[in-house]
């Protein structure tokens, strides 16, 4: 009877400190799984990520209105604060996970001499004057790293095309003088297209070659050349761009293996404007419910 007794007394202990054991690993394994999933949770934490554009020597036009009711401009320094600025915050804007600024266009309002809406930067070698230029002798150097975010299509199904860079010209207060002219736009040098998922180029070239420095002044005394297309389709991906800018040459480099080389008497004579890089969303659309966001990672300009 003794002996059962203490086989009862030796069974329940067992059991007990087998439920004991049980329990304890449980306990661990349960904590363990819970610290792997706070570390987990701890890894997805999002990095918020800011650019590294120094917009200092930019200003820039968005189809927002002004208080005249025409396209609005925001200059140095307040275009410094255009993260926070209400004016610019939704045509302006950064994408926090990659970096980039995001430049939004649609049809609204139009700047002088176009039909077309722009959020985009104008160059300014003195911040907030626009009477400080450089000529093609003096030269300079402009790159940027940017893709296309959104672009609408047309009734036809094609994307409509933005401007994504440009060279502008323009005259002194002299020549304006000179020529009678309303304002100091000259014409465009280059304009840098995205089309359709590829990097076209279009210059400028003298109607009559043998015209005075006075007459090629005149808008009128330029045509457009047939343009150019780099055999690369960069499509919705990030590409990098680059223009250099010289007496008598232009070049235009697309993902630092592609050249567009530009060095006629047409190039040569240009240099009689004054120029100013131009960068951004320059959207060559009015159709109704149409729109483009073009996004810039890195943007340098040198002279």
Not at 67 to 80: C, T, Y
Not at 113 to 119: E, F, I, P, V
Not at 269 to 281: I, L, M, P, S
Request: with cysteine; glycine share 6%; proline share 3%.
């Amino acid at each position: 009877m003794k002996y059962f007794r203490k086989e009862i007394v030796l069974f329940v202990l067992i059991g007990f400190l087998s439920v004991s054991a049980t329990c304890q690993e449980k306990t661990s394994s349960t904590t363990e799984s819970d610290s792997k999933t706070v570390k987990k949770t701890k890894k997805k934490k999002k990095k918020y990520k800011l650019s590294k554009i120094n917009l200092k020597h930019w200003s820039v036009t968005t189809p927002g209105l002004n208080a005249k009711g025409g396209a609005m401009n925001v200059e140095p320094p307040e275009i410094l604060n255009y993260a926070t600025d209400e004016r610019l915050m939704p045509y302006m804007y950064n994408d926090s996970t990659d970096g980039s600024i995001v430049f939004y266009a649609f049809p609204n309002t139009t700047t002088a001499n176009t039909k077309y809406s722009r959020s985009e930067l104008r160059e300014q070698m003195v911040p907030g004057d626009n009477n400080t230029n450089w000529t093609f002798e003096q030269g300079g150097v402009m790159k940027g790293k940017l893709a296309i975010e959104d672009v609408t299509k047309d009734a036809e199904g094609k994307y409509h095309r933005v401007i994504i860079m440009q060279i502008h010209g323009r005259l002194s207060n002299e020549q304006k003088e000179l020529i009678g002219a309303k304002d100091n736009n000259a014409p465009p040098m280059l304009k840098i297209y995205w089309d359709n998922g590829k990097i076209r180029v279009k210059t400028k070239i003298l109607k009559n070659k043998g015209a005075s420095d006075d007459e090629i002044l005149h808008e009128e005394a330029w045509d457009d050349d047939d343009g150019y297309n780099f055999p690369t389709e960069v499509g919705f991906r990030k590409f990098a761009l680059e223009v250099r800018v010289e007496k008598g040459k232009m070049v235009i480099v697309l993902n630092n293996s592609e050249y567009a080389v530009y060095d006629s008497s047409d190039i040569i004579r240009w240099n009689v404007f004054e120029n100013y890089f131009k960068a951004g969303n320059y959207f060559q659309s009015r159709d109704e419910g149409s729109f483009a966001k073009v996004k810039y990672y890195e943007l340098e300009v040198v002279h």
